[in-house]
């Protein structure tokens, strides 16, 4: 029993450094780029257009993980979507 907390306590302080760690995590992410960048390019030039169900942020390139990489890659996808 003593060995089941202490491991709980384990592994939910080490979730949290993880977490942290991580640049997704933290301000203004990827995913939250692609998020905004996608029904804008689904709706480009579209009068009238009713924005779309936005689908899972796909894994960024490496070296493309700010929330501008994140943007552009979801106005392609929008725009990729559209047609």
Request: aromatic share 12%; glycine share 14%; hydrophobic share 30%.
């Amino acid at each position: 029993m003593k060995y089941s907390i202490i491991l709980m306590l384990s592994l939910f302080m080490g979730y949290g450094d993880i977490k942290a760690d991580n640049p997704d995590c933290n301000g203004h992410t990827f995913c939250e780029g692609f998020r905004t960048g996608y029904p804008e390019g689904y709706c480009y030039q579209v009068v009238g257009c009713i924005k779309p169900v936005i689908p899972v942020c796909p894994i960024p390139e490496p070296g493309q993980n700010s929330w501008k990489d994140g943007y552009n890659t979801g106005v392609a996808h929008g725009l990729r979507d559209q047609e």
